[in-house]
């Protein structure tokens, strides 16, 4: 049973930071694209960063480019999220997600649909 467990969310104030970390069970880690989501209340949830196998590729949505760092500990099946300089407007829920295998197409690295596995979430909101 693959499992994915988002940690590391809570409420700060705008502009600073937080380190979200997502620990993956069931599934062969090292050779599964890792991605980030997020979705706010009442909006749809977006495409915030994505890591390949090895973290030797990245992939942000322009919104967090230079703020948001994803990297990955394939010794310790583990994703993280970097998140600096938080905005109020990104308060949201943060999901982690997993696609085993590769990714075709890079440009479908953005879409949820891609992913085949989804951790609950963990909220991360931010005051101003």
């Known amino acids: 049973q693959v499992q994915l467990v988002e940690s590391g969310g809570g409420l700060v104030q705008a502009g600073d930071s937080l380190r979200l970390s997502c620990a993956a069970s069931g599934l062969t880690f090292s050779t599964s694209v890792m991605g980030w989501f997020r979705q706010a209340p009442g909006k749809e949830r977006e495409f915030v960063a994505a890591?390949?196998?090895?973290?030797?590729?990245?992939n942000y949505a322009d919104s967090v480019k230079d703020r948001f760092t994803i990297s990955r500990d394939n010794a310790r099946n583990t994703v993280y999220l970097q998140m600096n300089s938080l905005n109020p407007e990104e308060t949201a829920i943060y999901y982690c997600a997993a696609k085993p295998g590769l990714i075709s197409n890079p440009a479908a690295i953005r879409r949820g649909s891609v992913y085949t596995y989804w951790g609950q979430g963990t909220q991360v909101t931010v005051s101003s």
């Open positions: 890591i390949s196998w090895s973290g030797g590729i990245t």
